[in-house]
């Protein structure tokens, strides 16, 4: 059985449905499992050894350039490896127009199937018209977890329940393997402070005092963006066991939510990620729904606030001692 996931983004989503692949592979075996996702995710899906195949999709930077020959080769190229496998079901989990254009792109054998998203979820960017790519359209609950979405639409298409917890099929860090220069040799937390959007971010006053109560421990601060390294260096400048990490490649950084003996962070992808990995992780929600994305398969992932109801320090901090204690 030939299966095509298309997830192209975001980051903190194509996490999400990665447990996807255990599920179907515990029912069917036999299948050989294929993804499209967007080249800078291409990383996290490599991950899991159960992927057959990836298939880069690179819409964010061909739409700068699509007046370019170069440009029109690669979409050209992308069509061509797409279309060069023909699939028993091809599964469009993110339900926008783009995804099911590759949907509708992708070749399915003779009595092949091509299942979606039937409707939104709460505070989704899901668009109704993605529907005309599915032979069939599953509906899901609207405060469906993010998890559960893919994992229902597959079972849905395949006959089987969803029944056990997810399994993101990600590796646990290897001891023997060389540690990047910014990485420490000792115990050490990560801070994932940064998101796109300003009001699911927590004060820097909060950083600084979960920091403080966490010395001598070190602090490592990533950042993606330049206001976000700004953000990075007015927490660090306060706290004696911090550090600023160099801009990482997304590499790296899915290897600094690997690696993190202690992973703090708010609503975004990295944060996610560490939890998906099993590392000891706080969840903070300060402007998004908690329901939506939170960590409920693990009692080393802690869940704190919630939309308009950001969690305080104290309450941090006596997550944070809680899971160092346990670790």
Known sequence: MNILLVRVSSLGDVLHNLPMVADILRHHPDAKIDWVV??????????????????????????KSLLKAST????????????AEQYD????????????????????????HKYGMGNASEGSG????????????????????????????????????????????LPAPDPAAPRPEWMPSEPWAVFFHGTARDAKK??????????????????????????????????????PNARVLPKLSMTDAVKLAQHADLAIGVDTGLTHIAAAFLR???????????????????????????????????????AARQLLVRA
Request: include cysteine; charge should be positive; charged fraction near 25%.
């Open 89 to 112: 079901y091809v599964f469009d989990t993110q339900g926008l127009i783009k995804t099911g254009l590759i949907m509708g792109a992708a070749h399915t054998k003779v009595g092949g």
């Open 202 to 239: 927590w004060a820097t006053a909060n950083w600084i005092e979960t920091g403080k109560a966490l010395a001598p421990m070190p602090v490592l601060l990533p950042w993606g963006s330049e206001k976000e390294k700004r953000e990075a260096e007015a927490i660090a400048a306060q706290l």
């Open 280 to 318: 000891p992780t706080v969840e903070i929600y300060c402007d998004s729904p908690r329901w939506k994305t939170e960590g409920n398969w693990s009692p080393r992932i802690i869940n704190l606030g919630d939309t308009g109801a950001p969690p305080s320090a104290v309450d941090v901090i006596a």
């Open 38 to 63: 967007e080249e800078g995710y291409v990383s996290l899906v490599r991950l899991n050894p159960h992927v057959r195949k990836i298939i880069p999709f690179a819409l964010r930077r061909w739409r």
């Open 72 to 83: 029109r080769a690669e979409i050209k190229a992308f069509v061509r490896d797409l279309r």
């Open 126 to 169: 899901y668009e109704s018209l993605s529907r005309i790519f599915h032979s069939h359209s599953v509906k899901v609950e609207p405060r469906a977890h993010a998890v559960t979405r893919g994992r229902e639409v597959a079972a849905s298409a395949l006959g089987y329940q969803v029944d056990s917890l997810p399994d993101f099929g």
